[in-house]
């Protein structure tokens, strides 16, 4: 990667991320053109590979973009060290908001990305993909305190519930085209009331 890349304001470098991230979201890493990616950052295609040398360099940079930032966004929101489990869902819920308002079509380049199989990008992708999935919410229970919820409940269960509850509702809301951030942050709450309900004694 060409260091001028990082030399241009930030505003320029997240204009080019987000033209990557809206025209791969929609194609396979084979059927993404290049040209098409320079027209959405309103720069000409070789200046487009005066920074990044070919597309498997921009599309691995963009990859392993968006898992080091949406890591960082969910370490700074202190979800990990939350010890009410709702309360660290709601907070990772806004650490992906704050995400989706800088790059909004982020998260479905990465779900894209990462059933990718073009053989020219998925051994690469499945190496920069790998840290970060041990790190994931997903992977693991938080502490919970048993005596805090129904008698017989089984907390693993119920975590995956919410988790891939939360993870549906988003991705639904993002196919409906420009996300409405403060109706998600409105229903998400209301949907961790309705779980409190549910589970808590």
Same mark, same amino acid.
């Given at each position: +990667?060409?260091?001028?890349?990082?030399?241009?304001?930030?505003?320029?470098?997240?204009?080019?991320?987000?033209?990557? !991230?809206?025209?791969?979201?929609?194609?396979?890493?084979?059927? %993404? $053109? +290049?040209? /098409?990616?320079?027209?959405?950052?309103?720069?000409?295609?070789?200046?487009?590979?005066?920074?990044?040398?070919?597309?498997? /360099?921009? @599309?691995?940079?963009?990859?392993?973009?968006?898992?080091?930032?949406?890591?960082?966004?969910?370490?700074?929101?202190?979800?990990?060290?939350?010890?009410?489990?709702?309360?660290?869902?709601?907070?990772?819920?806004?650490?992906?908001?704050?995400?989706? *308002?800088? !790059?909004? =079509?982020?998260?479905?380049?990465?779900?894209?990305? @990462?059933?990718? =199989?073009?053989?020219?990008?998925?051994?690469?992708?499945?190496?920069?993909?790998?840290?970060?999935?041990?790190?994931?919410?997903?992977? %693991?229970? $938080? $502490?919970?305190?048993? %005596?805090?919820?129904?008698?017989?409940?089984?907390? *693993?269960? +119920?975590?995956?519930?919410?988790?891939?509850?939360?993870?549906?509702? +988003?991705?639904?809301?993002?196919?409906?085209? &420009?996300? =409405?951030? =403060?109706?998600?942050?409105?229903?998400? *709450?209301?949907?961790?009331?309705?779980? &409190?309900?549910?589970?808590?004694?």
């Amino acid at each position: +990667m060409n260091e001028k890349f990082f030399a241009l304001s930030k505003e320029k470098q997240n204009r080019i991320i987000n033209a990557g !991230y809206r025209v791969f979201s929609k194609n396979s890493y084979k059927k %993404s $053109p +290049m040209n /098409e990616i320079a027209f959405e950052a309103d720069i000409s295609k070789s200046l487009l590979f005066f920074y990044f040398k070919n597309k498997k /360099e921009f @599309y691995l940079f963009l990859m392993k973009t968006a898992e080091e930032t949406t890591m960082k966004y969910l370490l700074d929101s202190g979800c990990y060290q939350e010890t009410d489990i709702f309360e660290m869902m709601y907070k990772g819920l806004e650490a992906k908001i704050k995400l989706m *308002r800088q !790059y909004p =079509d982020m998260s479905n380049f990465a779900l894209k990305a @990462y059933y990718e =199989d073009d053989d020219e990008v998925k051994n690469e992708l499945r190496k920069i993909i790998a840290p970060y999935s041990k790190l994931s919410t997903n992977k %693991s229970l $938080p $502490p919970l305190d048993p %005596s805090l919820y129904k008698d017989g409940l089984d907390l *693993r269960l +119920m975590y995956q519930d919410m988790y891939l509850a939360s993870e549906g509702y +988003m991705y639904n809301m993002q196919q409906t085209g &420009k996300v =409405d951030v =403060d109706k998600v942050l409105k229903d998400y *709450r209301q949907l961790i009331n309705f779980w &409190k309900t549910l589970y808590l004694k």
